[in-house]
């Protein structure tokens, strides 16, 4: 049998990778499925396979997806998943697929199973009640089918999950994938410097954001999710001096709008839509806010904190990367992301106590540095490799 380091050496693989939305505007899987094709690309040929398409890249070949019903989404996922399979059925080394579908030696899974989301915690007449819904409904019978040959065991197939709390969900959920399992967590393109005072405020200019100020920033592209209700109601218990940026998608704004207006806070909350280049929002601002009630990694937090800012993070139960830091050292980390108050609470402390702020910036650029993009594509790298190596 070829050893992995012999087929590594010798072998350009062709890799087809599977995503629906192929924009740095997608969300985080999207950019992290990204930054890998951006990291191999050199190394060999990739070959893209999505339904919306903004991303150009020397060396990468792009196949445009169709797309003849986008809505009902669930008949649209099997589409592609039907189309995909069609077309990388032959002629690939590696099919990669961050998607919910059955074809593909490698899997990325970049959000809860939909079984454990559906059934997890509930028994009795909660999981009957439940049930019932499931089999009334085309669209969760379909996830669930997707889902549940997506997981199946199949020799050689790897599983690659985000986070080590992601992990244990996936294990708990389909036991079976334990075996295949492997955690590859994102990362970042270089770990830098705290911005300078004069970047930070041409920053500010070129986003339109206040010049002064306590600036608070906020990335998601599910407002709600992300913990955005809970962040507007902190920032009417802040001073006046501070503002929020929200980044992500643009066409929850008028909901959100609202409640900032209910609770008094408009004139302080900038809404900026999706941004294909996060990078000015981060330089502007002082401090990461994300009381997310559901995110396997956070790739913002990642690169909130590459770029220095002290970040107020969900604890692990909510949020994968918080199994990785430690409160007051490189985070302040929140139990219950719902209070707004604690979440208050804690960014007033980054206002009020210099020494702390000064010591999660350093802490966060340690961190990040340790998180680079070119060590997570040599481990992608590898478990292609030891993927081709099983199936000799």
């Given at each position: 049998m070829t050893s992995v380091a012999q087929l590594a050496a010798k072998k350009r693989l062709r890799i087809a990778v599977l995503n629906r939305v192929f924009s740095p505007t997608g969300g985080g899987a999207e950019r992290y499925s990204i930054a890998l094709v951006e990291q191999l690309a050199p190394c060999h040929e990739i070959h893209v396979f999505a339904q919306q398409i903004d991303h150009?890249?020397?060396?990468?070949?792009?196949?445009?997806?169709?797309?003849?019903?986008?809505?009902?989404?669930?008949?649209?996922?099997?589409?592609?998943a039907a189309t995909t399979w069609w077309a990388t059925r032959r002629g690939f080394d590696i099919v990669h697929s961050h998607e919910n579908t059955w074809h593909g030696q490698v899997q990325t899974v970049h959000v809860l199973p939909i079984k454990y989301s559906l059934f997890q915690g509930r028994s009795g007449w909660r999981?009957?009640?439940?049930w019932l819904k499931v089999v009334t409904s085309p669209r969760l019978l379909a996830y669930l089918w997707l889902e549940y040959v997506r997981f199946s065991s199949q020799d050689g197939r790897c599983i690659v999950v985000t986070s080590g709390s992601l992990m244990k969900q996936m294990a708990s959920t389909y036991p079976a994938t334990a075996p295949a399992l492997r955690v590859v967590t994102p990362g970042i393109t270089l770990a830098g410097d705290i911005a300078a005072l004069s970047q930070q405020l041409a920053a500010r200019q070129r986003l339109g954001l206040p010049e002064a100020g306590h600036g608070i920033l906020f990335v998601g592209n599910d407002y709600r999710k992300k913990g955005l209700t809970t962040l507007i109601r902190a920032l009417g218990q802040l001073p006046d001096n501070t503002w929020l940026a929200v980044v992500g998608n643009a066409s929850q704004i008028p909901e959100f709008q609202a409640q900032a207006k209910a609770t008094g806070t408009l004139s302080r909350v900038i809404f900026l839509g999706a941004l294909n280049d996060v990078s000015d929002a981060y330089v502007a601002s002082d401090y990461l806010a994300h009381p997310t009630l559901e995110d396997t990694f956070a790739m913002v937090v990642l690169e909130a904190m590459a770029h220095g800012l002290p970040v107020v993070v969900s604890s692990e139960r909510y949020c994968g990367i918080s199994g990785l830091l430690t409160h007051e050292t490189n985070a302040l980390i929140l139990e219950d992301p719902r209070d707004s108050k604690v979440l208050a609470d804690a960014l007033l402390r980054l206002f009020q106590e210099?020494?702390?702020?000064?010591?999660?910036?350093?802490?966060?650029i340690a961190f990040a540095s340790l998180h680079q993009w070119s060590s997570t594509a040599l481990e992608q790298e590898a478990i292609y490799f030891s993927v081709l190596n099983a199936a000799d």
């Open positions: 150009h890249w020397p060396g990468v070949t792009y196949h445009t997806v169709s797309s003849p019903l986008i809505k009902p989404r669930w008949i649209n996922q099997l589409w592609y999981l009957a009640l439940r210099p020494s702390l702020r000064h010591r999660l910036r350093q802490a966060a």
